[in-house]
């Protein structure tokens, strides 16, 4: 999050308004919005992407459970391996049904030990 806010930074401060010159960082970047969302003008306490919001939470992971299966799951992991692997997204490991690979896991042991002489 810090190369995101540090990027955001940077990017603000070169947004220079026409009429008198001011950065967008200088403008509201470096204080963020005020509490009060229909007040464009009260400026906040923190910095732009310095703390999380509560109120932006969106429960994803409990959606995502709506739509997939463990089956669905391990489809998008092998298919799409390449891309949740590349450096350049970062994205994170996050296992909808950690339970079901553990059982994989345990099912693919006990298939080797079974096979073994």
Known sequence: ????????????????????????????????????????GALGTSAFLAKKDSRHKTNARDHMLSYYTPELERFVEQHYADDYNNPYYQFSDMKLFPEEEEKSASRAQELLKSNLP
Do not use: Q
């Open 1 to 40: 999050m810090e190369d995101l806010s540090e990027d955001a930074e940077h990017f603000l401060k070169e947004i220079k308004s026409i009429k008198d010159g001011v950065s967008a960082w200088d403008r509201i970047g470096s204080t963020g919005w005020g509490d009060n969302e229909r007040d464009c």
